[in-house]
């Protein structure tokens, strides 16, 4: 059973910064096409970031800019790096393959303040 597990959230200003970090047991990240996701209150999960095999990275209209996908093989972990964080910004991340195959993390908090 493939458990993922993110880190990295925290409280941070606008226009700060934040690495995410999605760590998979059970499972080889680099064989399929990973992304990064999130929900704030009241909304819908949203896929913000994707990560195909080949290392093609893609990103939802709102985050183009500012956020970059990113993974190292060695150590199966997919990054989130969060650039010029933004309040609207503020979610649970969560990691999880492009097609949310495997069951969800616990997430990480990630509060930007005005």
């Known amino acids: 059973q493939v458990q993922l597990v993110e880190s990295g959230g925290g409280l941070v200003q606008a226009g700060g910064s934040l690495r995410l970090s999605c760590a998979a047991s059970g499972s080889t990240l680099s064989t399929t096409p990973m992304a990064w996701y999130r929900q704030a209150p009241g909304n819908q999960r949203e896929r913000v970031a994707t990560?195909?095999?080949?290392?093609?990275?893609n990103y939802v209209d709102s985050v183009k800019g500012r956020f970059t996908i990113s993974r190292d093989n060695a150590k199966n972990i997919v990054y989130l790096q969060m650039n010029s964080l933004k309040p609207d910004d503020t979610a649970v991340y969560y990691c999880n393959t492009f097609s949310a195959r495997y069951s969800w993390g616990q997430g990480t908090q990630v509060t930007v303040s005005s």
């Open positions: 990560l195909t095999t080949t290392d093609t990275t």
